[in-house]
């Protein structure tokens, strides 16, 4: 059992680190830029290797989507909702994903903003994860918004991740970093107005 | 001499049909996906008679990126141009980009949304060209907010900026058009609230 239990462990932190790499090099140069051949040569793994933990490319893609998302949950949605219900968790919720991108989580910034545009045109199962992916961030928000007790939920989630995207494509795509500094101010003056009008 | 300037017509002709169809192309495919041959086939014109236009496909990247500036120009930024100085023209202007991405002058919605993220890890002449229509833009709504007499113009445009492209965004690749009515009523709220705050 010890011979077979750690054959099992030393698979799957193969698999984690190959799904660790993929998602490092999609962020940057999308998910068709993942190969079999490359992350096996880049990770010093047998292709055959790579290829018994996947299958396909589709399947790599996929895997990779799901790797990139627990790490997004990892790093921003569980330390927020260590906040108190209400407009602490959303504002941990917004704080967190602005730091998530300005730290580089992924070396092209957020992962779901870089490989979403690949995609919009090519239909199929990478581009619902992806979508999927966006829409419960997007729901994350507005729920934390409902219980913050803010009007017009939807309205406010729209403009919030908003000015999150913005920041990321900015700093990212346009080598202005100060544009996290402006998503700040942006959500904090949003949530203030609210809060203004709540009184 | 009319026999000369005939066939410069004609050549000015050509070069502006290819271009259009160039634009429409790169905001669905890429501006990567672009393809002399292509153009050529689709175009029913001799891949001869492309390449003399272009002459390689930077050249042709290129002259496309400068085709749509020239379209969004026409599209946007003029009709605004002939409001009043101050808020009837920042208004314009950002109703104006959103009648432009909500009517498909592209068929991809936003162009320069929609090549940007392809050319964030390739710096060059295509990607610089990208950049400065994109900078261009924030500028000239930076302009009007400073012609509105508003404060922190830098702070405005971000916000603003970010309404508009979040709803090309949800509405080209999550499929989701009630983003351009949210981003309506932001710009719309956002500039009520310095409107009151200036009195």
Redesign the interface.
């Given at each position: 059992m010890t011979r077979v239990d750690g054959r099992v462990e030393r698979g799957e932190q193969t698999r984690r680190l190959i799904l660790r790499r993929a998602a490092d090099i999609a962020s940057?140069?999308g998910l068709e830029g993942l190969s079999i051949g490359r992350l096996a040569a880049e990770l010093d793994v047998s292709k055959s290797g790579v290829f018994a933990h996947f299958g396909s490319k589709e399947e790599l893609q996929l895997a990779t989507v799901r790797a990139a998302a627990k790490i997004f949950v990892d790093t921003v949605v569980t330390p927020a909702f260590r906040e108190p219900v209400g407009l602490p968790r959303l504002r941990a919720l917004c704080e967190g994903w602005l730091d998530y991108s300005e730290r580089r989580t992924f070396p092209?910034g957020c992962f779901f903003a870089?490989v979403?545009?690949?995609f919009?045109?090519r239909p199929g199962r990478v581009r619902d994860s992806i979508?999927e992916a966006?829409?419960k961030w997007t729901a994350l928000i507005r729920e934390a918004a409902v219980q913050s007790g803010l009007e017009d939920p939807?309205?406010l989630a729209?403009?919030v991740?908003?000015?999150l995207?913005?920041a990321n494509?900015?700093a990212?795509?346009?080598d202005f970093p100060g544009?996290y500094d402006?998503?700040r101010?942006?959500v904090r003056e949003r949530l203030t107005?609210v809060e203004g009008a709540a009184e």
């Amino acid at each position: 059992m010890t011979r077979v239990d750690g054959r099992v462990e030393r698979g799957e932190q193969t698999r984690r680190l190959i799904l660790r790499r993929a998602a490092d090099i999609a962020s940057v140069e999308g998910l068709e830029g993942l190969s079999i051949g490359r992350l096996a040569a880049e990770l010093d793994v047998s292709k055959s290797g790579v290829f018994a933990h996947f299958g396909s490319k589709e399947e790599l893609q996929l895997a990779t989507v799901r790797a990139a998302a627990k790490i997004f949950v990892d790093t921003v949605v569980t330390p927020a909702f260590r906040e108190p219900v209400g407009l602490p968790r959303l504002r941990a919720l917004c704080e967190g994903w602005l730091d998530y991108s300005e730290r580089r989580t992924f070396p092209g910034g957020c992962f779901f903003a870089a490989v979403q545009p690949e995609f919009s045109s090519r239909p199929g199962r990478v581009r619902d994860s992806i979508a999927e992916a966006g829409e419960k961030w997007t729901a994350l928000i507005r729920e934390a918004a409902v219980q913050s007790g803010l009007e017009d939920p939807d309205q406010l989630a729209f403009e919030v991740v908003a000015f999150l995207e913005a920041a990321n494509v900015q700093a990212v795509l346009h080598d202005f970093p100060g544009a996290y500094d402006r998503a700040r101010v942006a959500v904090r003056e949003r949530l203030t107005r609210v809060e203004g009008a709540a009184e």
